[in-house]
């Protein structure tokens, strides 16, 4: 089977990364943000384990499983949201489902391991903190 680029239509182009670069960010962006003072509420939704040995440091915790709660997101200012890798869809789908219950929202492109291949700053906290969506 052969592979086939077909041309899309430069409107649908146009569109389409209109929209990526509404509701994505990067982490050279996001690390600048923060740099510069401003602080977005930043949502790591991996595993209390998996955040416990590191995240962004300020992000909060909020597994799958506590997103009703909506702990550590805000509608005054932009939720940056990131789970494990660029393959890992778990951020779009809380992404998703934040942005409908009226939060705004964007995805951190390749997720917290290209935060670190980065080698931008990373905390880690405790198991017990994590549970509790408390940054360490």
Excluded: Q
């Excluded at 239509?9 to 923060?34: D, I, S, W």
């Excluded at 964007?106 to 940054?135: C, H, I, N, Q, S």
Aim: glycine content about 8%.
């Amino acid at each position: 089977m052969k592979l086939r680029m077909k041309l899309n239509t430069p409107e649908k182009a146009r569109e389409y990364f209109e929209n990526k670069v509404a509701f994505t960010t990067g982490p050279g962006e996001l690390k600048h943000v923060m740099d510069t003072g401003e602080s977005p509420a930043i949502i790591d939704v991996r595993s209390a384990d998996e955040f416990a040995l590191g995240h962004i440091p300020g992000a909060i915790n909020l597994p799958g499983s506590e997103w009703p709660s909506f702990k550590g997101l805000s509608k005054e200012k932009l939720n940056v949201v990131y789970c494990y890798n660029i393959v890992c869809h778990l951020a779009a789908r809380a992404s998703y489902f934040f942005a409908d219950k009226g939060y705004s929202v964007m995805e951190l492109d390749g997720g917290f391991d290209t935060w670190k291949d980065f080698e931008y700053p990373v905390e880690k906290g405790k198991l017990e903190e994590a549970k509790l969506g408390r940054a360490a």
